[in-house]
């Protein structure tokens, strides 16, 4: 009787990457030159970049995402990998 077992030199990898740029929320006391008190509702800048990949020859599992905003204006685009086919999608 002989066994054979054939593994795969193949790793799955899978990674991710987020760097955010933005401050918290506060609330901004101001003092004009009449001696009156203001209080101001601050909101800082939104800005960060997200991405993610993950490539798995064992399931065929191969996607990735990326995604920034800078305000008001978000891009992002995504790819999944069927079958030696990659729609790739982008978002304005």
């Keep these: 009787m002989c066994v ?17 740029h933005d401050g918290h929320h506060e609330v901004v006391h101001i ?5 009156k008190h203001h209080l ?4 800082t800048h939104p800005k960060y ?6 490539d798995d020859p064992h399931t065929g599992d191969h996607k990735q995402q990326h995604e ?3 305000g008001h ?3 992002s ?5 069927l079958d030696h086919i990659v729609p790739k999608h982008h978002h304005h």
Aim: overall charge negative.
């Design 49 to 54: 970049k997200f991405e993610y990949k993950v």
């Design 40 to 43: 101001v509702d601050y909101y």
């Design 4 to 20: 054979m077992t054939v593994l795969s030199a193949e790793h799955a990898t899978s990674s991710q990457h987020y760097i955010k």
């Design 31 to 35: 003092h004009d030159k009449h001696h």
């Design 77 to 81: 685009d995504y790819a999944t990998h």
């Design 68 to 70: 920034h905003r800078d």
């Design 73 to 75: 204006d978000t891009k």
